[in-house]
């Protein structure tokens, strides 16, 4: 049985001498009795799947089945493409990734759910952007899917991936905390850094409240699926620096969960707190769902 906490999994790997992607398959070989390639398959073609997402929506525009959101993973594609970023190509190109799964999610197309849709658009974009950059292969895109998969399953033992549990900071920082993970074990760091790195994209997420306008996973959710891919990818570099998290990551997502149970009702995905309620928000929900817009 998969181990359940952070430091198990640190002690695990570190008695095998294998990294988390290898733990995890190994689990997932004994639980589902698939058999290593077919696992290893499946989470290929959800790594195809990716790909498409974090690409779609950057060569062209695509609008939400709403309307409140769209075309801005084109804006970026174009803005990188111009080569006078701030961040720079590798950041601003990451960053269109991101937010393209997220409207392509909102378009009702084919994303995957990682581990949520409303956080779709972070791990697909840290890990192809980490590939990229690093010149890794698909096998390593993989094997990071496979890291991040593992710190997910600690986390939803320990805590909750859902933002009607735990704000925000739950599905979006989960999927930028497991993303970061990957992208520590891509480029050749150890599982305690994996999980320093999980740590430290918790910490600089906790409190985030979930509070989409008009209910519709949409405003604010896909711009916190650039600043999650942005945060995992800068917490892979101070991770791979040498920097450490002062706090171990098993008492981070305790903090975490414990920050999201006590977060109002109206701060847990029911739109009736945050940015949901803003003047500004509750003009487009009336917009969206006015008559002329109903069946
Ligand atoms: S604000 Fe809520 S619905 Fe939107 S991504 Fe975050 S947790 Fe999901």
Known sequence: MFVSTGIELINTCEKENIPIWEYTIR??????ELGRENIIEKVRKNLHVMLSSSSLAQEKEIKSVSGLIGGDAYRLRKYADNGTTLTGDF?????????SSSEV?????????SPTAG?????PAVIISAAERLGKSEETMIKGLFTASGIGIIIAKNATMAGAE???QAECGSAAAMGSAAVVEMM???PEQALDAAAIVFKNIMGLVCDPVAGLVEVPCAKRNIAGAVSALTTADIVMAGVKSKI????VVWAMYKVGRQLPPELRETAQGGIAITPTAQKLKEQIFSEKNTL
Request: aromatic share 2%.
């Open 166 to 168: 735990g704000g925000c």
């Open 119 to 123: 956080s779709c658009g972070i791990i």
């Open 27 to 32: 689990e997932e070989v004994e639980r589902s």
């Open 188 to 190: 050749g760091g150890t």
């Open 105 to 113: 999610n909102a378009a009702m197309g084919r994303i995957v759910a």
């Open 248 to 251: 171990p990551f098993d008492e």
């Open 91 to 99: 950041m601003v190109r990451a960053m269109a990734r991101a937010i």
